[in-house]
């Protein structure tokens, strides 16, 4: 009877050991009590979290330099169905729309689309912290979709980049004001580099993105970590007309020749010979399908059937090569074409001139 009272009682205290040790390991195993773990910056220091997990630094960098443009056309007046009456009337409407803008000088010079001021006669400029400034048109290049402004006031100017410092999965970052929301900034990669055959503009050259870009971000920043401007955001492919994943910039090197030439002269000028080519040509060479009359082409005997091998011995093979080559010599230059005519090798000596300004 002695021994049975004394293994009841070691069980007894052996239980209490146990719960006492449940209790004190897992405190809330018999309570109700919700608790939350919250981090602090003594923890994150402590860790050593890397600190390219955020990116707020880059985006106080840039966020003054990026702003809103607002542009609408004259009033113009249009036969409108009164939804009331069912009758129709005239009404007085003014066209306009909203884009994004980057501050690239410290004189309140501003890159944006072409297509965002298109068909406008009145812009304004709205800052991050929403204050409006009046506005001017400085000059357009409708064929590469960028325009530049000048405002009355100084903003901080953003830092340009270089296009030898952009490769394919580095990071970037898409700010602008998408949708009319509020300055907005978005994450991605640097999916492709050099698209040229999208169908947007006529001199192409696209940094390709995942970084979601909507309607409002045309004109806005493509900027890396550093918060460097790499791009200006200007079109997306997508089946849903929203950010699908493939967005297009125009690359650096692009905007700074063009920022230059309309600050300094207030338009582009690109070489012109006065020729076309077969888009879709599989030979080698690309091959000539119009010739424009007394154009300087025609003038230096190149004819229709030719099939242009190099021009300042440089190999091409793609009709956007050659629009390359030929926009970015000076006028007046010489350009030697080597040519293909009749299985034989020509040369063709073409004196560049002024490409002739589309209709706007």
Do not use: C, W
Request: aromatic share 6%; proline share 3%; hydrophobic share 40%.
């Amino acid at each position: 009877m002695k021994l049975k009272m004394k293994e009841i009682f070691n069980y007894i205290v052996l239980g209490i050991i146990v719960a006492f040790a449940i209790y004190i390991l897992s405190p809330n195993l018999f309570t109700n009590k919700i608790e939350v773990i919250e981090s602090s910056v003594q923890e994150k220091e402590k860790k050593g979290l890397d600190s390219r997990i955020s990116y707020s630094k880059t985006f106080n960098k840039v966020k003054d330099s990026v702003v809103t443009v607002y542009a609408s056309g004259s009033t113009k007046r249009v036969v409108v169905i009164n939804p009331r009456t069912g009758f129709p009337e005239y009404r007085d409407v003014r066209p306009g729309g909203q884009g994004s803008g980057v501050v690239v000088t410290n004189t309140g010079h501003i890159v944006t689309n072409y297509h965002v001021l298109r068909g406008a006669d009145r812009f304004s400029v709205r800052d991050y912290e929403g204050n409006d400034y009046e506005t001017a048109l400085v000059g357009v290049d409708p064929e590469s979709d960028l325009a530049v402004l000048k405002i009355k006031g100084n903003l901080k100017p953003i830092t340009l980049g270089n296009m030898n410092n952009v490769n394919v999965g580095d990071i970037s970052l898409a700010i602008g004001n998408p949708l009319g929301v509020g300055q907005t900034l978005t994450l991605g990669i640097i999916s492709a580099t050099g698209r040229d055959k999208i169908g947007i503009n006529t001199f192409e050259n696209f940094i390709q993105t995942d970084a979601a870009i909507n309607s409002g971000n045309s004109g806005g920043a493509l900027v890396n970590v550093n918060g460097e401007l790499i791009g200006i955001n200007t079109a997306i492919i997508s089946e849903s007309r929203g950010s699908d994943g493939i967005g297009f910039a125009i690359p650096i090197d692009m905007v700074k020749n063009i920022l230059f030439q309309i600050i300094e002269f207030g338009s582009v000028s690109r070489g012109f010979i006065g020729a076309s080519a077969v888009p879709s040509y599989k030979g080698e060479g690309v091959l000539v399908n119009a010739i424009y009359t007394n154009g300087p082409a025609d003038i230096a005997g190149l004819q229709v059937g030719d099939i242009i091998k190099t021009i300042n011995e440089i190999e091409v093979n793609d009709i956007r090569k050659v629009q390359k080559i030929i926009s970015e010599i000076k006028i007046g230059e010489i350009l030697t074409l080597n040519i293909l005519r009749k299985d034989i090798i020509r040369k063709v000596e073409i004196k560049v001139t002024k490409r002739p300004i589309p209709n706007q």
